[in-house]
């Protein structure tokens, strides 16, 4: 698969939701500071909680733009037979008769793009499928454990 085509795809995305998020922190920054919300008693906390609204917002917007600037950066990593999985590493990984895709990324880990009619979901090495992948290499068998439940895994190929 091109790598370089499913990162600039996952570059995409995160530029996509970025400016889902930037919209939604002007409108929550300026509905904060609107004139109809200003606290009539003590008790009034409609503007308090705007202004709370578009700090997270703006907080997700920062670590959004953070993510697309590291995927900016991102190389493009040949991963040769017997090297350990790391990041910029394409997994294929066959769990419980399914096979799915997994690209260990630096960051914004749980969003999906697809690719070559393949769903591809990032994953980061801090995550817990990602911690268990780190270091392993195609051919590589074990009992991955996800919440309390263990089920049988094969790693079929490391891009």
């Known amino acids: 698969m091109n790598k370089r085509a499913i990162i600039q795809k996952i570059t ?75 990041v910029g590493a394409l997994v294929e990984l066959e769990m419980s008769g399914e096979n799915n895709f997994y690209f260990l990324g630096p960051r914004a880990g749980g969003t999906e793009v697809l690719h070559d009619r393949k769903e591809i979901m990032v994953i980061t090495p801090q995550s817990p499928l990602g911690e268990q992948l780190m270091g392993r290499s195609a051919g590589d068998a074990w009992p991955l454990k996800l919440g309390k439940e263990a089920r049988p895994a094969k790693i079929l190929t490391v891009e």
Do not use: M, P, W
Request: aromatic share 10%; glycine share 6%.
């Open 12 to 86: 995409a995305q995160l530029t996509a939701e970025l400016e889902i998020y930037f919209r939604a922190a002007q409108f929550s920054r300026a509905e904060a500071t609107h004139e109809s919300n200003k606290a009539e008693n003590k008790y009034d906390t409609r503007g308090l909680e705007a202004s709370y609204l578009a700090r997270g917002q703006s907080k997700q917007a920062a670590e959004l733009e953070a993510a697309i600037a590291e995927y900016q950066k991102l190389g493009v990593r040949k991963f040769a037979v017997g090297d350990g999985i790391a």
